[in-house]
């Protein structure tokens, strides 16, 4: 079992700035970023492979956010600059200790581990 704790939401101005945190209660294989917007699907956001740091991101948010990850402490970061109102949404921390196909990164089965969410809401 892994634990997943997520903190760091809140709200910004558009054009603004978040720091996302998440605490693993141990290691994992692969992490990633999710977010669900009220309607819409959950969608992956970034992806970061614990051994070894490989990042990869959805076409969105390329270039404005990093995923980053403290390995000594098990956290996951996600680095949010120029937040624009498109991005207010529920952000999940997700988890997996079995490697995958890379070709289902993105999708919500691949994890098995989920925290509980922070809200991120964009203001214009």
């Known amino acids: 079992q892994v634990q997943l704790v997520e903190s760091g939401g809140g709200s910004v101005q558009a054009g603004g700035s978040l720091r996302l945190s998440c605490a693993a209660s141990?290691?994992?294989?692969?992490m990633a970023w999710f977010r669900q917007a009220p309607g819409n699907e959950r969608e992956g956001v970034a992806i970061?492979?614990?051994?070894?740091?490989?990042?990869h991101y959805a076409d969105s948010v390329k270039g404005r956010f990093t995923i980053s990850q403290d390995n000594a402490k098990n956290i996951l970061y996600l680095q949010m600059n120029n937040l624009g109102p498109e991005d207010t949404a529920m952000y999940y921390c997700?988890?997996?200790?079995?490697?995958?196909?890379?070709?289902?990164?993105?999708?919500?089965?691949?994890?098995?581990?989920w925290g509980q969410g922070t809200q991120v809401t964009v203001s214009s």
């Open positions: 997700a988890a997996d200790t079995q490697p995958g196909a890379g070709s289902v990164m993105f999708e919500t089965s691949r994890y098995n581990y």
């Open positions: 141990r290691y994992t294989f692969i």
């Open positions: 970061i492979y614990t051994n070894g740091g490989r990042t």
